[in-house]
């Protein structure tokens, strides 16, 4: 995930931009860092979901992403 640096930078602008217009300069930093925050997001929410299994009340039938139970 993102530094809680820029985590804090982007929540800042975006109070920012709640309460007064950004500059262009802003603007254009909110754009990049929501951006590299979105693909961050979707990257680990992504390998999240690979490493989910799904199972019925016996475990030994568990079946991972894309293989069928044997």
């Not at 930078?9 to 951006?35: F, G, H, Y």
């Not at 979707?42 to 009340?57: A, G």
């Amino acid at each position: 995930m993102l530094l809680k640096e820029k985590m804090d930078r982007i929540n800042v602008l975006a109070k920012k931009s709640k309460q007064e217009t950004l500059t262009p300069d802003e603007k254009k930093e909110q754009e990049e860092l929501r951006a590299e925050y979105l693909k961050s997001f979707r990257e680990h929410f992504k390998r999240h979901l690979e490493t989910i299994r799904f199972s019925d009340d016996n475990p030994n039938n568990c079946v991972e992403k894309g293989k069928e139970k044997q």
